[in-house]
């Protein structure tokens, strides 16, 4: 098959979220299936091509029509582990210095911005990059170069199936569209305030755009259901989209269910190679070791070296991580948060159930780790200040860092109040960490008391009195749960691998798209 994947991230390209691993590991399974895959990425001002091999600057050239205004458009390519990318230029994306959200390095183009705030001006880079497909196709591509499937990736991408059909483009004549929904929840929407704005950036028909209205904005996931085959990234969340009572999605669930427009539930896999712990070059840890084989002496190795080179009262900072609070070298049991610094993972629920378990048990340490709200930095921060060697916070990111928390730890807390997949789950299994996490959406893959531990509701009394469970256990004996790191990685290994899910999953999926049901 020909396959088009479209997406603002791109893992090694352009990164933000977790969308980037499955856009990037995704086209690369598919590639290894036999697949010819395409992938369209904005070419932001951040971008450095030179990892695309041979690169071809201004392959191509177009002009599209937005905003009314006329913007001119550039098409480089290059490969990047088989998939050809394709970058997008103009204007609106070279002067960005980030993915969605304005950093630093904006302020010399928007001295006027504040920093982790969208970009003011996200309809028209989304509906320039869209369209610029559409000119794409129908410029440069011939019957037999036209993709049997375009897969676009979260709302950012969800119109250009829309768009396309709008303008009876030949190119797309017999080509068929997915449309991802990698997370419903609130500021994940795009959406156009009304009708009149969202003509004013697509051109498209009043009547298509009255019947994709959310009250009076348009949902571009709902533009997209009337010419797409939506899916989502676990079958937990795929129901969950469909529950008229979910308030987690401001409203879309509701009309979703109304209109019994179907959604697809595919959890998303992982690239076991990555992060392979018996391969420290891969991993990126000072030691290795074998979770399947329970040969963890190289996990305990890399939490001594953390306790003493990192996590230290005296240690060093890492660069671009601010540092709170510290741990000592008396703690026994380890936990360990490690994602976004949003209200949607739960981070108020993880910080009181830690304060209790902390008093209960004087023996349990605690790692935090994300980037996100100034509120919960600083929450997180004076939670680690006045903890007093039991608990050290650090704001930002950076890879290899991040996967010494994980893996230091006996256990990764992921109290999230909706999670449409995760992978900090996946990691944790990875590194011989138990995932503990509140019962909801893609977390439910997680099966309890075998893979992992779930709890509900999700409240700081039930998460802790969880964690007081486990700690008990860990600290009456030490390698009691080694037959739960054993079965996670193997279920994971034999499950969950990109191979398996695109193979099993995503190429079925295209097959019945193009060809119906067998």
Not at 291 to 309: I, M, S, V
Not at 330 to 340: I, L, S
Not at 394 to 419: I, W
């Amino acid at each position: 098959m020909n396959i088009w994947m479209v997406a603002r991230e791109y893992s090694g390209i352009a990164e933000a979220g977790g969308v980037k691993n499955v856009v990037c590991s995704l086209s690369e399974a598919l590639v290894k299936l036999g697949h010819n895959v395409v992938c369209f990425l904005p070419f932001y001002g951040f971008v450095n091509p030179q990892s695309l091999g041979t690169f071809r600057q201004n392959e191509y050239s177009a002009a599209v029509q937005s905003a009314g205004e006329r913007y001119l458009i550039s098409y480089s390519s290059g490969f990047l582990n088989g998939v050809k990318i394709i970058l997008v230029g103009a204007q609106c994306f070279w002067a960005k210095q980030n993915v969605y959200t304005y950093c630093a390095a904006d302020l010399e183009n928007y001295p006027n911005c504040k920093i982790g705030e969208g970009y003011a001006d996200q309809h028209l880079m989304n509906t320039v990059f869209e369209k610029a497909i559409l000119a794409y196709g129908e410029e440069y591509c011939s019957k037999n170069d036209s993709p049997q499937i375009i897969h676009c990736h979260d709302a950012c991408a969800a119109a250009l199936p829309a768009i396309i059909n709008g303008y009876k483009k030949n190119s797309f004549e017999k080509t068929k569209f997915v449309v991802s929904i990698h997370n419903a929840g609130p500021y994940y929407h795009h959406e156009f305030k009304d009708v009149g704005e969202a003509q004013f950036y697509t051109g498209l028909k009043t009547e298509v755009l009255e019947v994709s209205k959310n009250g009076e904005k348009v949902e571009p996931y709902l533009l997209a259901s009337h010419f797409a085959t939506l899916s989502t990234v676990s079958p937990d969340y795929a129901k969950e989209l469909l529950d008229p009572a979910n308030q987690n999605t401001d409203g879309l669930s509701k009309i979703f269910a109304e209109r019994k427009i179907p959604i697809v539930g595919i959890t998303n896999g992982i690239d076991l190679p990555r992060y392979e712990p018996m391969n420290t070059d891969a991993s990126r840890l000072p030691f290795a070791f074998d979770p399947e084989n329970n040969d963890l002496a190289g996990k305990y190795q890399c939490r001594k070296y953390f306790l003493e080179k990192i996590a230290a009262k005296d240690a060093p900072e890492i660069v671009g991580m601010p540092k709170s609070g510290y741990l000592d070298s008396d703690g026994r049991v380890f936990f360990a948060y490690h994602g976004r610094l949003v209200r949607q993972k739960g981070i108020l629920v993880l910080l009181e159930a830690a304060r209790d378990l902390l008093k209960k048990v004087p023996e349990a340490r605690l790692v935090i780790n994300g980037q996100g709200e100034e509120a919960l930095r600083d929450m997180c921060a004076s939670f680690a200040n006045e903890s007093r060697g039991k608990v050290v916070f650090y704001y930002g990111y950076e890879k290899a860092m991040s996967r010494m928390f994980t893996a230091a730890a006996d256990f990764a807390l992921l109290p999230s109040d909706f999670e449409p997949c995760g992978t900090e789950d996946f990691i944790a299994q990875i590194y011989g960490t138990i995932p503990v996490a509140h019962a909801t959406g893609g977390l439910k893959k997680i099966v309890n008391g075998k893979s992992g531990f779930l709890y509900e509701p999700n409240t700081p009394e039930r998460l802790a009195a969880l964690m007081l469970e486990l700690a008990q256990k860990k600290l009456k004996n030490a390698k009691c749960y080694d037959k739960i790191i054993r079965q996670a990685y193997k279920q994971l290994r034999l499950n969950y691998t990109w191979k398996s899910v695109a193979k099993e999953q995503y190429e079925r999926l295209y097959w019945e798209l193009m060809f119906g049901k067998q």
